[in-house]
Nanobody, 120 residues
């Protein structure tokens, strides 16, 4: 079992920056690719960014490309999302998730989310 806990959410002005963290714990920590998702009120959950297990490959949604950076520290079992040049439309609950090493695209572990609010 793996538990994921996000932190770092809060209120920030448009144009500002915020850094989110995802801490993993559990007796087993495999070669999981990790990702960040977000969900705004009344909207479906959307993909934000992902990173391979080794951290040598990243992918971003077009809406955040150039502004957000995903990174990880496997020794610390941490995943990060640095968010710069924030916009009001970035307001959402942000979740981190671990991808199955067996089924690509299937995320099997999820955190409870952290709220990010960007004021105009």
């Amino acid at each position: 079992q793996v538990q994921l806990v996000e932190s770092g959410g809060g209120l920030v002005q448009a144009g500002g920056s915020l850094s989110l963290s995802c801490a993993a714990s559990g007796r087993t920590w495999g070669r999981y690719a990790m990702a960040w998702f977000r969900q705004a009120p009344g909207k479906e959950r959307e993909f934000v960014a992902s990173i391979s297990w080794a951290g040598d490959s990243t992918y971003y949604a077009d809406s955040v490309k150039g502004r957000f950076t995903i990174s990880r520290d496997n020794a610390k079992k941490m995943v990060y999302l640095q968010m710069n040049s924030l916009k009001p439309e970035d307001t959402a609950v942000y979740y981190c998730a671990a991808e199955s090493s067996v089924v690509s695209g299937q995320y099997i572990y999820w955190g409870q989310g952290t709220q990010v609010t960007v004021s105009s």
